[in-house]
């Protein structure tokens, strides 16, 4: 059973930092491809970044300031998120690519205030 959890969001004032996880289980992790999307208020679900093997990348939004990263020996993505701007605020969800299918995780809310 596929399962991704996020974790690591909060509150934090314009140009600070927040590290984002997403603890995955259930299919073979470090040959899938990985990604962050993120969801507004009032918007549509939107694409951030992306890692497969050997490639990254990223939404021209968050390029830049924003780092996707794994470690596949723990089963476990990252979003190192820096310089964050009010309009970072969202609900953050990884996603992982497998079979053909798409799995997505509960999100983990980030809101950029000050």
């Known amino acids: 059973q596929v399962q991704l959890v996020e974790s690591g969001g909060g509150l934090v004032q314009p140009g600070g930092s927040l590290r984002l996880s997403c603890a995955a289980s259930?299919?073979?992790?470090?040959?899938?491809?990985m990604s962050w999307y993120r969801q507004a208020p009032g918007k549509e679900r939107e694409w951030v970044a992306s890692?497969?093997?050997?490639?990254?990348n990223y939404a021209d939004s968050v390029k830049g300031r924003f780092t996707i990263s794994r470690d596949n020996a723990k089963n476990t993505m990252y979003l190192q998120m820096n310089s964050l701007k009010p309009d970072d605020t969202a609900v953050y969800y990884c996603k992982a690519r497998y079979n053909g299918f798409d799995y997505w995780g509960q999100g983990t809310q980030v809101t950029v205030s000050s």
């Open positions: 890692s497969t093997v050997g490639t990254t």
């Open positions: 259930g299919f073979p992790f470090s040959g899938s491809t």
